[in-house]
């Protein structure tokens, strides 16, 4: 189980770190702007990416934790299972599967680049932000003069 959290940990780190730096306008238009052509992702897009990408960012990132931790190849594949798993439900546009912050992602390209903490304790989490706030208020005003129509 240590293992696991140091996985966890490792690949948030690796993919905050990776995602963020490709979002820079250059590497973006020039990378990533291929895996974002996917406004509603769904679960194929997950490997939807440049190779660079897909290669540094992705499997670099799952393949990270094992590595670092040299624990059991079967430890190290049910991870890489999980991994896989887990990103194609994240892409997958339903929230019971916790794509909800994948999905603000492709809407909010400046917010939720990490998988798990690193968003909260580096200020790009979508939840809670500045922007989301004057959304809701936006649509609750709209609603409200709906309401007066």
Known sequence: ???????????????????RLIHHPILYMWIHKFHHRFKAPTAVACVYANPLEFMIGNVGGVVLG??????????????????????????????????T?????????????????????L??????SARQKRILANAAAKRQDAKSV
Do not use: R
Not at 1 to 19: E, K, N, P, S
Not at 101 to 121: M, P, W
Not at 123 to 128: A, D, I, L, V
């Open 101 to 121: 912050s994948h999905d603000q992602h492709h809407e909010h390209f400046d917010f939720n680049f990490g998988v798990l903490i690193t968003d909260a304790v």
């Open 66 to 99: 094992p590595a670092l931790t040299n624990c059991h190849p079967y430890s190290a594949a049910f991870w890489m299972a999980y991994a896989i798993t887990s990103t194609s439900f994240s892409h997958s546009g339903y929230t019971v599967f916790g794509a």
């Open 123 to 128: 200020g790009t989490k979508f939840e809670g």
């Open 1 to 19: 189980m240590l293992h696991f959290a140091i996985h966890g940990i490792v690949i948030d780190v690796w993919l905050y770190g990776t995602h």
